[in-house]
């Protein structure tokens, strides 16, 4: 009979796998059971027998469900950090969530106007962030640009915003973002901290689709060491095209020297790549790459130490015939786990001739000192 009872036992849905223990009460049952069991038959009378075969199986079906007890173990998830996907493809974008442990949530297509037409399709905004530490197994939800079409747009107004949510809105709006801020002097109000308290156009500019916007917004010191940071690193980096980019007889004085003409999105052999990385202050490091003597500030947060800018500050060269570099914009993500720093670099550059490319950089570097 009790050999039935656990025939018919079944483990609730979610506690497969789980530790369990028979209760106390399923004990004494089963004993008194095969105790029973064990009398000599012509020791009991046919109706003492079968009284106490119906009440064994009523106790038995009592005692059975729930006959087991399952510890309450939950199971708690890893702690991943959300990647930075911005400026990947979609495709891309799901490869590096699936390798971070990490489900797509919502995929916002056509979400926004790109601001070049190479970028169109491509990842501009994310939810959470990246370098947000999240349980493994959560979800992303991401944006993606949509067709590109030349034109005016009106500048948002950003002020108030946090600075992810401002530069969300500027690039739905197929504007370019460079952001400004100085962590170590936070505002007034904590409650300010991350801020966005001025832009550049003002909010009711009219501009060209693709043109540029700088938000400042105050500082805000985030959760996170620079100590793991500081020190010497010795590693690779590769790179490749994502979209676009000039033949190589296109280019003459003031555009850059192409020595490879790789296809797109095919990675190039990587190379040897240092760097040194020194405390600023605040929750923020300064990194000379290579023999640089001028570094770059990145803000950390968490385990992730973040760069963007913007440079307008090339030779423009008139003659027929010469394509220049007008802009190339760097964002830069530097991720730390254990001895080791895995950076992910996205450059666009745009060119006097309206046409622009895009790249993609990968860093993998150790700790030296």
């Known amino acids: ?43 009991l009378r046919p109706a003492v027998m079968l009284a106490r075969t119906l009440l064994l199986a009523v106790v038995l079906s009592l005692c059975v469900n729930p006959l087991f007890s399952y510890a309450e173990t939950p199971i708690q998830p890893d702690k991943v950090i959300v990647p930075n996907v911005i400026g990947a493809d979609k495709d891309k974008a799901l490869g590096l969530l699936s390798d971070a442990r990490l489900y797509v949530g919502t995929v916002h297509e056509d979400a926004g106007l790109p601001p ?135 280019f003459a004085k003031g555009g850059r020297e192409i020595t490879e003409d790789l296809p797109v999105g095919e990675w190039e052999e990587a190379r040897p790549f240092e760097f040194r990385v020194v405390r600023e202050g605040g929750q923020t490091i300064r990194v000379f790459f290579g023999s640089a003597d001028k570094g770059d500030v990145f803000v950390l947060k968490d385990n992730v130490a973040r760069y963007q800018s913007r440079n307008k500050n090339f030779t423009q060269d008139s003659s027929p015939g010469v394509i220049s570099i007008v802009q190339r914009d760097w964002d830069w993500t530097l991720t730390r786990t254990e001895d080791e720093i895995h950076g992910k670099v996205y450059c666009t550059t745009k060119f006097s001739d309206g046409l622009s490319e895009r790249e993609e950089f990968e860093i993998k570097a150790k700790y030296t000192e």
């Open 116 to 250: 070049s037409e190479e970028e169109a399709g491509f990842v501009f905004s994310q939810n959470p962030p990246a370098g947000t530490t999240v349980g493994s197994g959560s979800k992303v939800d991401i944006y993606l640009y949509g067709e590109y079409k030349a034109g005016k747009v009106i500048v948002p107004n950003v002020i108030g915003s946090d600075i992810e949510g401002a530069r969300h809105i500027l690039k739905s709006k197929g504007l370019s973002v460079a952001t400004s801020s100085d962590p170590t002097k936070p505002p007034d109000d904590p409650q300010d901290e991350g801020t966005v308290y001025a832009q550049s156009p003002e909010a009711g500019t009219e501009v060209d689709i693709g043109d540029g916007c700088t938000v400042n917004y105050y500082g805000k010191v985030e959760k996170g060491e620079v100590g793991p940071f500081v020190g010497r690193w010795k590693g690779t980096i590769r790179s490749r095209r994502v979209k676009g980019r000039h033949p190589p007889e296109w």
């Open 1 to 43: 009979m009790f050999l039935i009872a656990l025939k018919k036992h079944r483990v609730p849905p979610g506690l497969e796998g789980r530790q369990t223990r028979m209760q106390p009460r399923a004990k004494k049952a089963l004993r008194c059971s095969l105790l029973y069991w064990h009398l000599p038959i012509g020791q």
